[in-house]
Structure formats: structure tokens, C-alpha cells
């Protein structure tokens, strides 16, 4: 009887070089392709590929051919410096490495920026897009009008002041404003983030340096056609539930699924869930 070895984060490590700049990501199984993108605040701490969705990978590459990618200036992805929206800028990186890597039609699972840049990614290249998944995000770069929901929100202050003095202290913060459940934030967990951040001073530079112009989708939405689901969780202290269903409302062929007592990442909180929900919508 054969075992299929575990997956790491050091053996699903891949890179490729576009016009000089490295896109890094993680990869495993076989099938039909799924990009998955991950968090990452531009004044904050922010989760690499394979922390977001490690938890995700296992299930959903014994079906899929799973690709996650490091955002620009996360990770090992970058450094680039911008003035214009943020979103637009990781959806050229999310083109050159599908590109790259010659699949012309993929899945994409988005959550947080990685969920606004999956739907920024479907608005300007729907024939590369099969079905979305997207949560814990706003629709446009700079974020949606609030309806009932303070603003700015709560994680905002957190990761502002994480970004500027980055310690221990100030990402464990962070990290119990980003999860309902505080037992999730361990000192291995404040760690490995504050690691990521300190170990890519390159990375930190080009974010300080850049400037992302707003920019509204929400005018747009409806042109989105393909079959969506949103997954977001019901304690969500960056991005308010509100917003999914405002994405709900406005994206035809869409669903919702929204996890109580699950904060901003729901793949990294409540991956059971999250994983059967996924399989279930991308092999229906």
C-alpha cells in the first residue's frame, strides 16, 4: 500500500521569474487548475500563500491541480513599487503566472485582497476564469460604502500599527483581531508571520513606497457571469459580513455561505467547512 507523503511548505515551493520579477507559489495535485490568493493588508502584516491555505491544499489537491501564489510584495513574490490600484497590480502578477505556467482557464479562490483580486482578475479576464470563490473582501480597491458597519474598521488600526513597529506584540494583536478564535493565535503563528515581514525589508520597502488609487467595481459586478461563491465569516473585524451580501446582490449566478464564529480567514479558521464548501461548488 502506497501513502501519499505530506505536503510541505518547503516541497510545493516554486518559483518563476516574469520580466524580471520572481512570483512565487506552492503547488499540488493534478486536474483541473485552481489559483488560489491569499490575504495580504498593503499596511500590515499579511499571510503568505502557504500559511493561508495550508490547511486547504491537502483536501483540495487530491481533486485539483492547486496553485497558490504569493502576492506581490508578500512572501517571496516582488518587490514592486505602484501608483495605481493595488488589485490591478496582483492581477497582472496572477496573468503572468498563469501565463507562465500555460493554463488558459482556471478556478479561482480568493480570500481577503486575494478574493478583491480574484474578482478584479474575472472583470478584466472573464475567459480565463471557470468559477470564483471569494470572501472576506470588498469588491473594489479602497473598499465599498458601509451600509450598518462602522468604518474604517478595526483591523485597520491593528495593522497600521503592526506595519510601523513591527514586534511580537504587535502582531499577536493583529492576529487576535484577525481571528474569532483566540487559541488560533499561537506564539509559533506571531513567529513565522513577524519572520516573513522582517526577513523581506525589500518587500516592506516597496509597499511604504507605493501608492494604491481607489478604484470602484461595484458599477461592474453584474458583468460577472461566471458561478461564484462567497464564503465569509460572521465576525469578520476587517471586512464587515455586510459586504458579501452587497457582493451577493450583485454578482447574478452567486451564492453565499457565511461561517459563525469565524474571523477574516475563514481557509485558515474553519477549513473543514471551508474546504467541503469549496469542493462541493468546483466539482458540482
Known amino acids: 500500500m502506497t501513502t501519499t507523503p505530506a505536503l510541505t511548505e518547503a516541497s510545493t515551493s516554486k518559483t ?10 506552492h503547488e499540488a495535485g493534478q486536474g483541473e487548475p485552481v489559483v488560489l490568493l491569499p490575504a495580504g493588508p498593503s499596511n500590515g502584516p499579511a499571510s503568505t500563500a502557504w500559511l ?3 490547511k486547504t491544499l491537502p483536501a483540495l489537491s487530491r ?6 501564489m504569493d502576492l506581490v ?25 498563469v501565463d ?4 488558459r482557464q482556471a478556478h479561482f479562490v480568493g480570500n481577503s485582497v486575494g478574493g478583491t483580486t480574484a474578482i478584479d482578475f474575472a472583470l478584466r479576464h472573464p475567459e480565463r476564469v471557470r468559477r470564483l470563490v471569494v470572501g472576506g473582501c470588498h469588491a473594489s480597491t479602497g473598499g465599498d460604502p458601509y451600509l450598518l458597519a462602522n468604518r474604517p474598521p478595526e483591523m485597520s488600526r491593528v495593522t497600521r500599527k503592526a506595519f510601523n513597529n513591527p514586534t511580537r506584540e504587535t502582531f499577536r494583536e493583529y492576529l487576535e483581531v484577525n481571528f474569532h478564535d483566540q487559541s488560533l493565535v499561537t506564539d509559533e503563528l506571531v513567529d513565522y508571520l513577524l519572520r516573513n515581514f522582517l526577513d523581506h525589508p525589500d518587500h516592506v520597502a516597496a509597499r511604504r513606497d507605493s501608492v494604491s488609487m481607489p478604484h470602484s467595481n461595484m458599477a461592474d459586478l453584474p458583468c460577472i457571469k461566471h458561478k461564484t461563491l462567497i464564503i465569509h465569516g460572521r465576525h469578520d473585524r476587517m471586512v464587515p459580513v455586510e459586504q458579501a451580501i452587497m457582493i451577493l446582490n450583485y454578482i447574478g449566478d452567486s451564492r453565499l455561505v457565511i461561517l459563525n464564529n469565524c474571523g477574516s480567514w475563514a481557509p485558515y479558521e474553519q477549513p473543514d467547512d471551508y474546504n467541503r464548501e469549496v469542493l462541493a461548488f468546483l466539482r458540482a
Do not use: W
Open 63 to 68: 481533486h485539483f491541480r492547486c496553485i497558490a
Open 100 to 103: 507562465a505556467l500555460g493554463i
Open 52 to 54: 493561508h491555505y495550508s
Open 16 to 25: 518563476v521569474t516574469v520580466n524580471g520579477m520572481p512570483i512565487h507559489y
Open 73 to 97: 510584495n508578500y512572501g517571496k513574490t516582488g518587490p514592486v513599487t505602484f501608483h495605481e490600484p493595488v488589485h490591478d497590480v496582483q492581477a497582472r502578477a496572477v496573468l503572468a503566472l
